[in-house]
């Protein structure tokens, strides 16, 4: 009786609360309808993009799509990882948007610049099997990535409420957490490759992250690439520096082959060691 009550009062509330979010359009909205949202980061070559690329998989194996895969690194690569081709990049819309309105151009059926951009934004969603990709890029010519960081940011916030899973592949270093392009975040995925160096720059990315006060709910670190039993010791030295470890991911030679041929993660037999050991870590992750 007593669970059927709160049933009841938790189903009232949400519906309360949906009422607010679709009138007022307000904060409520936020945490009732975004989607689940993971994003990577860490130093270079540490295996970002390779992990967010498995990532995907494993939530379209566990039927968790679609999946919104957002290529926030200038430099785009996890088009490769997931085999597929890119075909406009937000950047590069962003530069022939500001073309229109340098050459005076007729917009079509008199859109607004801001129309015709969520327009081409839409039109530029790399659809795929399970999940749709959007590739930031860099501006052509000397220009400054600030636009694209903002445009990438408000495409993500917008494509989230209609997507239940957002996968965020970023550039290296920790720009994108000043920039605060990497933000609403429910999981941070810190991966670092098997150094002592590895996991003071996964310390650092920490720290900043909890100085900026960014909306991270949480984060785990990932050691990728172990090849022998030093996983246990870097385990413990993470420990030490007060980062919550995850899991280790083993050096697999399937993986590094997949790197080389700029292969796509789906083309990993499912018996991989580095994918049935990050699928072992994601299960623990509770990711609703
Ligand atoms: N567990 C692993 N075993 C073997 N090779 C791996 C593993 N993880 C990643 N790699 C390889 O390491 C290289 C770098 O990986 P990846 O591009 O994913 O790193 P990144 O952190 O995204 O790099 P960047 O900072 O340049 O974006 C790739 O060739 C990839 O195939
Ligand atoms: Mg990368």
């Known amino acids: 009786m007593e669970t059927i009550r709160k049933d009841f009062i938790l189903l009232l509330f949400s519906c309360i609360t949906a009422k607010i979010a679709t009138r007022e359009k307000q904060v409520f909205q936020v945490y009732y309808l975004m989607a689940y949202t993971i994003a990577l980061a860490g130093k270079g ?5 390779t992990l967010a690329g498995i ?3 494993y939530l379209i194996e566990k039927r968790k799509q679609p999946v919104l895969a957002v290529d926030a690194d200038s430099n785009n690569c996890l088009n490769e990882a997931l085999g597929v081709n890119v075909h406009a990049t937000v950047g590069k819309l962003r530069e022939d948007s500001l073309q229109i309105i340098r050459n005076g151009a007729e917009r079509p059926g008199g859109m607004s610049m801001e129309q015709l951009f969520d327009y081409q934004v839409q039109q ?24 694209a960081n903002n445009i990438i940011r408000k495409y993500t916030d917008k494509l989230s409420e209609t997507y239940p899973y957002v996968v965020i592949d970023n550039e290296a270093g920790m720009e994108h957490l000043s920039r605060r392009t990497t933000h609403r975040v429910n999981l941070l995925i810190i991966a670092s490759d098997p150094s002592v160096r590895g996991l003071q720059t996964a310390k650092r990315i920490d720290t900043l992250v909890s100085e900026l006060d960014l909306d991270i709910a949480s984060r785990v670190l990932l050691i990728n690439r172990i090849s022998g039993d030093e996983g246990t010791e870097l385990q413990a030295l993470a420990e030490r520096l007060n980062l919550r470890v995850g899991g280790v991911v083993p050096h697999d030679d399937l993986l590094l082959h997949l790197g080389l041929k700029g292969d796509s993660v789906f083309h990993l037999p499912a018996d991989a060691k580095s994918l049935r050991s990050l699928y072992a870590i994601l299960d623990t992750l509770n990711i609703t």
């Open 45 to 49: 070559g540490t295996g970002k993009t």
């Open 124 to 147: 530029s969603l790399i659809e795929s099997k399970g999940v749709d990709l959007l590739v930031m890029g860099r501006p052509e010519g000397p220009g400054c990535y600030c636009a």
């Open 55 to 57: 990532t995907i998989r």
